[in-house]
């Protein structure tokens, strides 16, 4: 069924304050505060109505009304009007990144503290590594006689925790000529392109064809994303929602965001844009506690995915905040990367 205007306003004002107090909206303090024009048997009958209609919920038959999913959902697609940030936010948000700018894996960590701080709820990210990110250069470095440290720079960072074995009586200009003919190989190809290599088919790479191996099976396992991508931030901010005060929801709600796995399955995708995904309460994900919503982004930067990063909490969350920090931290994050 189609709302009225009238119907949909109300609900908005219901879900707005009830987002604010965290208290059953009644038919008096609507007129109070939004519609001092229309009588409160009015704003009664259009309550009930909706209630009917799934949208609200009343605890007691004497107590006012409190908002569905349902409504939630309608409120995220239809009638949430968008919050702006302070420029104090917005230079917060600045300070942070560009304080960081040089190190995109320290970036890529702030990113979940950020959104935390300016949303007050609990922030969940996972780090991507995009197959299409384009190799700079390739480096070796004896480390030990049988390995060596390989330092691969991209266009968007510096890779250095690699390290392949080498062959004992490989002398230091024989690691050199492999470098150089491994760096010529891959400039310019993308993790994707060369994963795909065949080391049997490459006559140039002559007699090093285990130290191609080698580096195509670190690549390999660079780009598979694990548990070790996983940041959170600000898990203890759920306890400050009056949804929180029992001991049950709070095991229930950690016993999510304390799990990589279930952290990595909530954010999985494939989106390149920071479009918003709001799942709000159970709605068909099984990882998300009954009473919680989340609303994630996905960032990108020179047409790299960076990662998916987002707010979980009590489904009565500020939408309109969370949606308005997720959306100017990906604006910004993609600017200072783009232009670093």
Known sequence: MELSDRKKKILQYVVDDYIETAVPVSSKSLTERHLKDISSATVRNELSALEELGYLTQLHASSGRVPSAEAYKLYV???????????????????????????????????????????????????????????????????????????????????????????????????????????????NKTFGEICEMKPEMEDSFMGYKNIFVNVIEALKTYVQTTGDDVVTAGEDKILDH???????????????????????????????????????????????????????????????????????????????KVVAVLENVGKILESILTNR
């Open 77 to 187: 697609s239809d009638l949430m009007v968008k919050d702006k940030l302070s420029a104090k936010e917005l230079d917060y948000i600045k300070k942070i990144f560009l304080d960081k700018a040089d190190n995109l894996e320290e970036v890529i960590k702030n990113t979940t503290k950020v959104i935390s701080e300016l949303t007050s709820y609990t922030s969940v990210g996972i780090q991507s590594h995009d197959l299409s990110e384009k190799i700079v250069s390739i480096k070796f470095f004896r480390y030990k006689p049988d390995s060596a440290l390989v330092i691969i720079v991209t266009e968007m960072r510096l890779l250095k925790d690699n390290f392949i074995a080498v062959p004992e009586s490989m002398t230091e200009e024989q690691l050199k000529d492999a470098e150089k003919i491994l760096d010529n190989m891959c400039r």
């Open 242 to 320: 009056p949804e929180y005060a029992d001991i049950g929801k709070i095991k229930d709600f950690l016993s999510v965001v304390t799990s990589k796995d279930k952290v990595m399955t909530l954010l999985s995708g494939d989106n390149h844009d920071i479009k918003i995904n709001v799942k709000i309460g159970a709605d068909g994900y099984d990882e998300i506690p009954k009473e919680c919503s989340l609303v994630t982004a996905t960032y990108s930067a020179n047409g790299n995915k960076l990662g998916t990063y987002g707010v979980i909490g009590p489904i009565r969350m500020d939408y309109q």
